[in-house]
């Protein structure tokens, strides 16, 4: 994928984060990797513990947006939060089906802040519509079985 007359490429990045889930008294920390590809340009991928099972998707502007105020809505939400170990940025999973299992990834704002500015670099913020074949994804829809 070309943007601005240059390849447009994947990136990535792996952090520990500190993870709380409804209902259990302590968890252990984990790791999460966050993947950016040109391909899917509003979105990033989220694996937990190097695990594609415990994979999400979220929106890139989604967790840009939380680094600075509250963001997002439903089953995805971000904000910022300043603590005593530094600033982190909180991603809560939770399911629709029930709104009291819920899972608090409390992510390093540093180092989303260093992903993020090397996502942009790629595919700047804006020109994401332009990038998406719609052909390909209405196609992709009409061919995928559940």
Known sequence: ??????????????????????????????????????ADPLMLRMV????????????????????????????????????????????????PEDPDYWALLEFPAPEVRRFLNRAYRQVPRGIEADLINLDGLVARLLTETP
């Open 1 to 38: 994928m070309f943007v601005d007359g240059r390849v447009a490429r994947r990136v990535s990045a792996c952090m520990r984060i500190r993870v709380r889930v409804s209902g259990i008294d302590t968890t252990p920390d984990a790791t999460a990797t966050l993947v950016y590809d040109p």
């Open 48 to 95: 937990l513990n190097e695990q594609e099972a415990n994979a999400w998707h979220i929106g890139r502007d989604l967790l840009a947006d939380g680094l600075g105020g509250h963001s997002g809505y439903g089953d995805v939400r971000v904000w910022p939060l300043s603590t005593t170990a530094g600033d982190v940025v909180n991603v809560v999973l939770a399911t």
